[in-house]
C-alpha cells in the first residue's frame, strides 16, 4: 500500500508543475491538549475508539500550496499527527495528504477533483484513499454548492489478528452549500450519504462560524450521520438446540443502522499574526437501532496554532508592513529571509545611501521607526553585505508604484 | 538709384531684424549654470537643494550639460507653480540607483508634462466649494498646497500608468459629489495611486474607480488602501473568477457596511469558496460480526 501511497503523491505533483504560476504556500504547527470518551471525536484521530477514556496530547504540523495558472488551480494540503495518550496505549501517528484540483469553466461553473489519502499507525494500521469528482455553481462570489460523488478506499491491518484485516471500498456523495450571509458569519451545509443505499445512509451536518470581534471567532457545528448495515448471522448445524430452534444452515439477516449525533462548539483567538489560540467541546450521541444501545461522548480540549511560514511567489523578496501611530511616525516591519544589512531609503532622506538602518528583530524580521511629514514617499530597500550593494525586489502584497526606470518602489502615505 | 538704395535698405532691416530674432536663441542656448540656476531661485526653488543636486550630480560623473538638462524641468514647473520637488526626488532616486542621465531625462520630461496634465484637473476639482470644506476640515494635517501638490504627483503617476484623465476627472467628481464624511485626504492619496494596480489594471478603469470611490465612502483609510490591490488579486486568483466579478463581490461587502479590516482579512485568506474538506469514512467499528470496519 506505500507504493500506491507514493505513486499518488507523485502522479498529485505533476499537474502542479504544469500549471504552476502563481502560488501561496502556508505552514503552520497545530498542537492542542485535551480529555476525550471516544477517539473519533478528535478530528485528526478519527478512529472510533472508546475502550479507554483517554487524556491526549497532538501535534500536527500542515503545509499548504495554492498554485493557479488561467483558469486552473491546485490546492494541496500535507501533514501528520503524533499523539500520546495519558493511558497506557502507545502513540498514534498519521500521515494524511489532501489536493483539490478545480478548472473554472465560466463565472458560475467549475468542474474538479477531490483527492487524498491518509495513513494511520496506532493499534492496527488504517489506510484510506478517496477520489471524488466535484461540480460547483456558484450563484453570486459568496455562495457555492457542490455536487460531489466518488469512492473511498479502506484498508485494516490488525498484526496480531489476521482475520480482522480487510479491504473496504465505499462509494459516497455529497450536496453541500456554503455561504456568507454576512461578511462575519460564514455557514457551510451539507448532505452526505452511501451512493449504494442514498435515501437510508442519508446524514446531515451544518457548520457555522462567526467573528464576534476584531480577533475572537466562535464557531458551532452540528451534524447526523447514519451507517445503515445488514448483519447476516449462520445457524448452528444438526438442527440446532434447543428443539424448536432455526433450522440447521440458515441465515438470519438483521438490518441495523448505527446513528450518530454531534454538536460541537469553539472559540478561538488570534494573538497576533503567527499565534491563535482556541478552546473547543464536543458532544456526541450514538444510537443503534438493532439494540437500542445509546451512549453519549464528550470532548474538551485546548490548543494553539503557530503560523511558521505564510507567503507567496518569490521568497527573497522583502515582504514590507507599514503601521502609522498618531504622531505622524511610521513603524516599518520587514520580512526578509538572507544574510547582510538592510536600509530604507526614499524621498524622505533624498535617496541618501546608505540610508536608515533596519533593526533586525528576530531570525527574518527586521523593523525601522520613521518620523515624517504628512504626505507620500516612495521607497526603496537597500542590501549592503561587505562591499556590494543591491535593491531588494518588494513582495507582491506590499504597495508598489512604477519608478519610471523599469523597477518597482514601495510607497509610504501619511497623514 | 532710389529702388536700389531702398532695396539695399530692406535688405538690411530684414538682416537686423533676423539678428535681433536670433539673438535670445543664442543667449538661450549659451545658459551658463550660473544663469539656470539664477533663473531656479529666481522662481523660488531653494538654492541649496540645486547645490545638493549638483554635489551628487557631479560625484556621479554627470557633465555641465547633463546637470542643466535634468534642472530644466525642475525650473519649467517652478514657473508653472507645479510641484517640482517631483523632479529633484525622481533625480536623487535616479543617481542613487546609477541610472544614467541621457535615461533619467525622459522620464524627467514625462514627469513634467505628466504633472502640467494632473495639475489642470486637480486645479479644478479644488475649486469646488465643498473640496475646500473637505482639505479645510482639519482631520488630516495636510494643508491645502501641499495636498494640492501631493494630489498632483498622485495624477501624474496615475496618468502615467495609462489612467484616462477622463476617469480620474470623473473619480474626483464622484468623491465629492457623494459624502465625504468618512474620507481623509491620505486615504484619497492612496485610491489615485492604487487606481492602476488593481485586477486589469487601466483597461477596467471605470469599474476599479467606483471601487475604490466605495471603499473610501466605506471608511477605507490609506493603510487599507494599499492594501486592496494584492488582496483583489489574490481574491481573484483563490477564486478563479474574472476580476470584475471580485470587485462586484467586493463592493457588495462594502454595501453591508463590514469593516475594511476584516473584508481584506477574508480576502487575504482565501476564505471565500473552499468548503468542506473530503470525506473519511470515521472507521466506527464493534465486535459484531458482518459490519463494513467491524472486527
Known sequence: MKKWMILLIGLLFIPIDVFSQDWDALLFLDGRTGYTSNTYLNPMLSEWSRENTTGYATLTPIGN???????????????????????????????????????????????????????????SDRSVYWVQPVLSFSPSLFTRVNLKAGSSFRKLNFEDQADASGFDQFNNYALELETWPTFRWQLKVGVFGDLNNPAESLGARASSDINLHRNWDINLRTGIERYRFQIM??????????PGGNPGNQTTTTEEADILYRISAGVKYRINSILEASVSTDYLNYYSTVTEESVSDVHASIGFRVTLFNGSRHTDEANVELRQNAKQTILLNLKYNGEGHLYILGDFNDWQKPGISLVKQRRNRYAAQLSLDSGAYEYKILLVEGDAEKWLELSEDTFTVNDGFGGENGLIIID | ???????????????????????????????????????AIAFGIDQERIVEIQQRAEARGLSEQEFMNILQPAIEMAGENLPYEMIFEKVFEGLSKGVPAQRMTPVLSSIRENASRSAQLVDRWMERPEVGQFVERGDGRMQRDQFRNEMIKAGSKAIMQNIDEEILTETLNSVSDGNMDRIRPSGLLAAINILSDLPNGASSATQNAKLVLRALQSGFEAGDMQKLPAALNMAQRRSQLPAAAVGKGFMEQLERGFPSERILQNMFNGEIGGGPPGNVPGGIKNNRPGRPGGN
Open chain 1, 233 to 242: 448471522t449462520e445457524g448452528g448445524g444438526g438442527g440446532g438446540f434447543p
Open chain 2, 1 to 39: 538709384m532710389n529702388t536700389i538704395f531702398n532695396t539695399i535698405k530692406r535688405s538690411f532691416q530684414s538682416a537686423g531684424l533676423l539678428l535681433l530674432l536670433l539673438i535670445p536663441v543664442n543667449v538661450y542656448a549659451q545658459d551658463t549654470v550660473g544663469d539656470l540656476m539664477d533663473r
Open chain 1, 65 to 123: 500550496i495554492f498554485l493557479s495558472k488561467g483558469q486552473f488551480s491546485v490546492d494541496l494540503t500535507s501533514g501528520g499527527a503524533y499523539s500520546q495518550f495519558t493511558d497506557e496505549r502507545d502513540a498514534w501517528s498519521s500521515l494524511f495528504i489532501l489536493l483539490n484540483s478545480n478548472y473554472r469553466i465560466n463565472e458560475r461553473w467549475g468542474l474538479g477533483v477531490e483527492t487524498g489519502g491518509s495513513s494511520y499507525s496506532m493499534q
